[in-house]
């Protein structure tokens, strides 16, 4: 699968699959991203695109050096499931 990626041009994090383009819109604040809504393409859910989209995002925000704050249920969930990503929430 390819890698994450910041497209700061549509303000959203985006994965590559073979079935389409899957991402997750944000907002910026000084200190924090604001992930507002996931989307992935219909066809492909439930195989952990989504997962595998936020882990990324979730990657590069840490290494941006930013907080993020879920505005996203798919996003409070995988926060609430993986607490080696505690130290991000803002």
């Given amino acids: 699968m390819a890698a994450v990626r910041d497209n700061r041009d549509h303000n ?3 994965l590559d699959t073979e079935g389409g383009l899957a991402f997750a819109n944000y907002r910026r ?9 996931t989307e992935t393409p219909r066809a492909l859910r439930g ?7 936020v882990k990324g995002a ?3 925000i840490r290494a941006d050096g930013r907080k993020v704050i879920a505005g996203c249920g798919f996003v409070v ?5 993986h ?3 505690a130290d991000l929430a803002g």
């Fill in 58 to 60: 979730l990657e590069l």
């Fill in 29 to 37: 604040t000084p200190a924090a991203v604001i992930i507002t809504h």
């Fill in 83 to 85: 607490p080696e990503y």
């Fill in 12 to 14: 959203r994090f985006e």
């Fill in 47 to 53: 195989r952990g695109i989504a997962s595998a989209l």
């Fill in 77 to 81: 969930d995988y926060l609430n499931k």
